[in-house]
């Protein structure tokens, strides 16, 4: 019977809270990820999915089960944006997600897959989420990571243009500033959020790199933060639209700037705002986003109505529900 859903990085960040969510709804999962961490651990109920495979099994398990599944999730990707190592992004990510398209294509299963808005480095090109060759050919990404997905997105566009079987309902997402619960792993990737918290918890304090450029204050810098939950609504939403198939950015469109963040995260934990403001490393200067603002119009005009969840609102909840109760713990 038709009735798995395969979850790529369902161990991970967004994939944890997708599967969780799918759970939630009575639905078969299973999950292809590596533990190899131990938050990653905590972050799924293994006896409650019909699978945990790592990605070395995926090949096996297709050809096992692929008559089982209703869709694939891909959300396993190497997500560093420091990662230097290109020979390891065009395998993990470029190379892996075609693979899966491919095989989407053959056996008529849908796909969901997540690209990024790194893609769009400086922001100088707009943030449309125009899927065409024209357009993704003026995008530049500041880093590898960028790159790799970009490198994805026009590599599927070629295809679709050269008439290539794609998969029969699929869409590729544009990722934008996400936060909320089981992110701990991230290391340095972790949400700004969440390392504001632990630097208020500890200190008392919140430091925010100061500004290079003339037109933002320190801290001024500006992105689109969205609750990962918004993130997981668009998916499931995706997952029941059999019709609606493109590349679509998923952000709020609603830039905030990092002093905003640090202000919300003082009153979810019920203190008066204490900002110091730090140098911007090396290793950042020039590939840094001073402004992301994700443009929502055509996943809006494909008939995804749900408002999303307000900066406050979204870090108030994630400090309430899950950062101050791991601290009690």
Known sequence: MVETILVTGGAGFIGANLVRALIAQNRKVAVCDRLDHPEKQDNIDTGALAALLSPEELP????RHGDELAAICHLGA???????????????NVDATLTLWEWCADRNVPLIYASSAATYGDGSAGFD??????ALDRLQPLNLYGKSKHETDREIRRRLDAGVKAPPHWAALK???VYGPYEAHKGEMRSIMCKLYEQIAATGKARLFRSERLD???GGQLRDFIWVGDCVDIMLWLMHSPKVSGLFNVGTGKPRSF???ARATFAAVGREPEIEFIDMPLSLRGKYQYYTRAEMQRLRAAGYQQSFTALEDGIGRYVR????RQDRQ
């Open 216 to 218: 933002y204050e320190d």
């Open 259 to 261: 002093v905003d963040v």
């Open 321 to 324: 529900d899950h950062l101050s």
């Open 60 to 63: 096996d398990y297709l050809a």
């Open 175 to 177: 990722f934008f500033n």
């Open 78 to 92: 190497i997500s560093s944006t420091t990662e230097q190592n290109w020979q390891r992004l065009q395998r993990d």
């Open 129 to 134: 989420d125009e899927f065409t060759l024209a």
